[in-house]
DNA sequence: TCCTCCCATGTAATCGTTTCCATGAAGGGA
DNA sequence: TCCCTTCATGGAAACGATTACATGGGAGGA
């Protein structure tokens, strides 16, 4: 391949003035820069960013590791932090670590490898070793999402927490009383922070928080289907299931059809996380959105700031309860 | 941040010892092998892909370039792609093209200019000069679900001929006569094949092709919703409205509804490209299903064997007719 | 006319690896 | 005992860019 050594050849100049015209540095003459430009093109020369990353120390690379890309809410997520990361200057690597530590941990290691310039995680579950290691040595990284407990990092995420409260109070003055709640994994912070909500909700609306009608999945579709159905085999079975994210829901509701149940009449359906076809069900299904798309591009922010050594304060945005047929009449008092 | 030459002195050996332990070349005692893999957990050593690359001029890195990591099937191959390539050995960088052919171009510059061992395309419309250059240059280079015209260059793609053919004559069998085609962007070599096998499979069941019957999209839920409404508002409405993606199919369901339409009794409703929530709208939809997994599988495959300059034929696979209740009664003869 | 200053340009070191080649010690066969 | 072979190890040259520093020519002032 062309280096930069060709071009300079065929320009009739030295290597270093094809450099300072690639980045055009203003200490060139007009002349010179037009013999540059013009070998370039002739020899369709790329400038190698390999090599110009190992000379400068810097990639313009970010690198990104989320859950799943196929969850639409981590696709909608990578793609605003794609966007973002583009408008800067940088490309990003995203790493799917498939809610797997093991998997996680690859990228981690694979991208302080290449040597991105800051890294992106949506941490799954544990702390390890290595994301101890990164943090410790201090290489600009901020959490996504979800955070890890007992780590100086800063993160940037949604607090559900007030939108879940409205939620309780929504479903409890359509008078509804017996709501379960399938939870997310307890080493997840969105998982515990939306259990924790959800008790409190409860407690607030004055309703009766019962041991049955609180189930853990792992924010697979799967999971929510055999916890929905271990709910609606209960003697009292719920009157409504909360599910703590989108994929159980999905879960939760095939479970219900699959039993030729109708939603609300016989059971009402809600969920952490609004996606675009939820409003495509039939019925369409009420939801707590997040701002997916915000988060990921103050994520963007927030770790370029960090890149450039500006201090940065975590970021915290709020959801919003979006009300739906799937919990019986809205809009009516 | 420490190299492999703070290891050497850490471990009493020369860069090269060390060298030869990290890529475990057999003519290294096991002693001084030892005593390197000390120094490296010591020193907490990271090895510089960047280096590395530039010396072994191949970073282990494919380029993808899709549509839209927000359309679900775009999702679904670039999920596949990255699994088949991590278990290569190889780090995928994902672009978005947006369906834009500047922004297409952005990322095959970007990727060229990283040096990337491979780039996987999913041609956005037009044969752009950059990715001229780029098959002269003879990189490797492989076309993912859509192909260009008039290029050398090896492809993995669906037919959907068949199932198509296969859609038509279903519908032919439920007594639909009037089927609509929202077909796709003419640029687009999907977009060709589905419309010649729409009206070659309409012909062949002796269904007359009307000119109102057929307009073309952008591949996007607005313009699938736009057409639906056109179709709608027609003195003769079709029975069928027969989608060339997912998101079209979207857009006309939407469209339906608004309209208190019933599907499939007022008017029924098809898709080409299945997703996963199609199984979960009321009705659910009648889709052609592409192996979206097998097909990102395929084209790293078919990529890695260019980058080792074996032969690559081209790879075709099958779509295959998935009938559900959005066409009416299905199983029954 | 000559000195000085400026500024465009060139030379060469450098980034962290890999890898070719040299080196020297050890071992074995004669 | 000596020489040849084998093999682990080290020295140093790449890879392709950036950049500090050197250089030289031209212009302008005295």
């Given at each position: 391949?062309?280096?930069?050594?060709?071009?300079?050849?065929?320009?009739g100049?030295?290597v270093?003035?094809?450099?300072?015209?690639?980045?055009?540095?203003?200490?060139?003459?007009?002349?010179?820069?037009?013999?540059?430009?013009?070998?370039?093109?002739?020899?369709?020369?790329?400038?190698?960013?390999?090599?110009?990353?190992?000379?400068?120390?810097?990639?313009?690379?970010?690198?990104?590791?989320?859950?799943?890309?196929?969850?639409?809410?981590?696709?909608?997520?990578?793609?605003?932090?794609?966007?973002?990361?583009?408008?800067?200057?940088?490309?990003?690597?995203?790493?799917?670590?498939?809610?797997?530590?093991?998997?996680?941990?690859?990228?981690?290691?694979?991208?302080?490898?290449?040597?991105?310039?800051?890294?992106?995680?949506?941490?799954?579950?544990?702390?390890?070793?290595?994301?101890?290691?990164?943090?410790?040595?201090?290489?600009?990284?901020?959490?996504?999402?979800r955070?890890?407990?007992?780590?100086?990092?800063?993160?940037?995420?949604?607090?559900g927490?007030s939108?879940?409260?409205?939620?309780?109070?929504?479903?409890?003055?359509?008078?509804?009383?017996?709501?379960?709640?399938?939870?997310?994994?307890?080493?997840?912070?969105?998982?515990?922070?939306?259990?924790?909500?959800?008790?409190?909700?409860?407690?607030?609306?004055?309703?009766?928080?019962?041991e049955?009608?609180?189930?853990?999945?792992?924010?697979?579709?799967?999971s929510?289907?055999?916890?929905?159905?271990?709910?609606?085999?209960?003697?009292?079975?719920?009157?409504?299931?909360?599910?703590?994210?989108?994929?159980?829901?999905?879960?939760?509701?095939?479970?219900?059809?699959?039993?030729?149940?109708?939603?609300?009449?016989?059971?009402?359906?809600?969920?952490?996380?609004?996606?675009?076809?939820?409003?495509?069900?039939?019925?369409?299904?009420?939801?707590?959105?997040?701002?997916?798309?915000?988060?990921?591009?103050?994520?963007?922010?927030?770790?370029?700031?960090?890149?450039?050594?500006?201090?940065?304060?975590?970021?915290?945005?709020?959801?919003?309860?979006?009300?739906?047929?799937?919990?019986?009449?809205?809009?009516?008092?």
């Open positions: 391949m062309v280096g930069i050594k060709e071009v300079a050849a065929h320009a100049v030295s270093a003035t094809v450099s300072r015209v690639l980045n055009d540095s203003p200490k060139v003459t007009e002349e010179t820069r037009a013999k540059v430009h013009a070998a370039v093109k002739a020899l369709r020369y790329r400038p190698n960013a390999v090599a110009r990353s190992l000379r400068t120390e810097a990639t313009h690379t970010l690198g990104l590791i989320i859950g799943d890309i196929l969850n639409p809410f981590f696709a909608v997520l990578a793609r605003a932090v794609e966007d973002e990361a583009r408008a800067a200057g940088y490309t990003v690597v995203i790493g799917n670590a498939d809610e797997r530590p093991e998997q996680q941990d690859h990228y981690v290691r694979t991208l302080l490898e290449q040597r991105v310039d800051g890294l992106l995680i949506c941490p799954t579950a544990e702390v390890t070793p290595l994301v101890e290691d990164c943090v410790a040595a201090g290489g600009p990284l901020v959490f996504l999402d955070t890890l407990p007992g780590l100086e990092v800063p993160s940037v995420r949604v607090d927490t939108a879940i409260h409205e939620l309780i109070r929504h479903l409890h003055d359509l008078g509804y009383r017996r709501i379960a709640f399938i939870s997310g994994p307890e080493l997840l912070s969105t998982g515990r922070e939306r259990t924790q909500a959800y008790m409190d909700a409860m407690r607030a609306s004055g309703l009766e928080i019962r049955e009608y609180m189930e853990a999945g792992d924010f697979q579709a799967a929510g289907q055999a916890i929905a159905a271990r709910f609606l085999e209960l003697p009292e079975p719920p009157q409504v299931i909360f599910a703590g994210d989108n994929l159980m829901a999905l879960g939760a509701l095939d479970e219900i059809r699959a039993r030729g149940m109708r939603i609300p009449e016989d059971v009402a359906l809600a969920s952490f996380d609004d996606v675009a076809w939820f409003v495509h069900v039939d019925p369409p299904i009420t939801a707590i959105a997040q701002p997916a798309e915000e988060l990921g591009r103050r994520a963007v922010r927030a770790l370029l700031e960090r890149i450039e050594h500006r201090p940065v304060e975590p970021v915290v945005l709020p959801a919003r309860l979006v009300t739906r047929r799937s919990c019986g009449e809205t809009g009516k008092p």
